[in-house]
């Protein structure tokens, strides 16, 4: 069965840092792309990073680009996301996403004093 | 502000068809790409539902009922989500996406209520 674990969220204050990651197994994590998407409370979704299977291409959302990093270790079928100079605005459930077609539960990332 | 527009909210009553559309700005052909489509269930991350792209280019997603499906109207450069026989488990926000070159792109979705 395809699973997507994330961990690592929670409160930080604004300018603050946090790194999610995403465990997955079922699949062979190395074959796939990646993303990560948000979703503010009662807000829609949005996308906010993707990764290649190699890493060798990377984007990102406009708001979050020079602040966040995505990262994977194909070795600890793990994906991240290195969340610098948070902002309020930037407090969502962070959901990792193997392609289009799988998501994880997410984890609830709080930005504020 | 989503890029792609969906109605906030529609109804239909249980056993009839809903038909949820995602429309497209006039700078992006509805026909050059496969529209996505996902359910999300207050608490519940978004479930992928299918994609459509054309009638012979078409996928379902694992476990998803065959009484969703997908469309496309390219005079309307809109993509349709035909729900049919609604049940009340149907009632759910629902997110189209698209995935140009180097994004995700979704709408903002519509909530569905099946009274």
């Known amino acids: 069965e395809v699973q997507l674990v994330e961990s690592g969220g929670g409160l930080v204050q604004p300018g603050g840092s946090l790194r999610l990651s995403c465990a997955a197994s079922g699949f062979t994590f190395s074959s796939y792309s990646m993303n990560w998407v948000r979703q503010a409370p009662g807000k829609g979704l949005e996308w906010v990073s993707y990764i290649s299977s190699s890493s060798s291409t990377i984007y990102y959302a406009d708001s979050v680009k020079g602040r966040f990093t995505i990262s994977r270790d194909n070795a600890k079928n793990s994906l991240y996301l290195q969340m610098n100079s948070l902002r309020a605005e930037d407090t969502a459930v962070y959901y990792c996403a193997k392609s289009t077609s799988t998501w994880g539960q997410g984890t609830l990332v709080t930005v504020s004093s | 502000q989503p890029v792609l527009t969906q109605p906030p909210s529609s109804s239909a009553s249980p056993g009839e068809s809903a038909r949820l559309t995602c429309t497209l700005p006039?700078?992006?052909?509805?026909?050059?790409?496969?529209i996505y489509w996902y359910q999300q269930k207050p608490g519940s991350p978004p479930r992928y539902l299918l994609y459509y792209y054309s009638d012979s280019d078409k996928g379902q997603g694992s476990g998803v009922p065959s009484r969703f499906s997908g469309s496309k109207d390219a005079s309307a450069n809109t993509g349709i989500l035909l729900i049919s026989g609604l049940q009340s488990e149907d009632e759910a926000d629902y997110y189209c996406m698209i995935w140009p070159s180097n994004a995700w792109v979704f709408g903002g979705g519509t909530k569905l209520t099946v009274l």
């Open positions: 006039s700078d992006i052909n509805v026909g050059s790409y496969n």
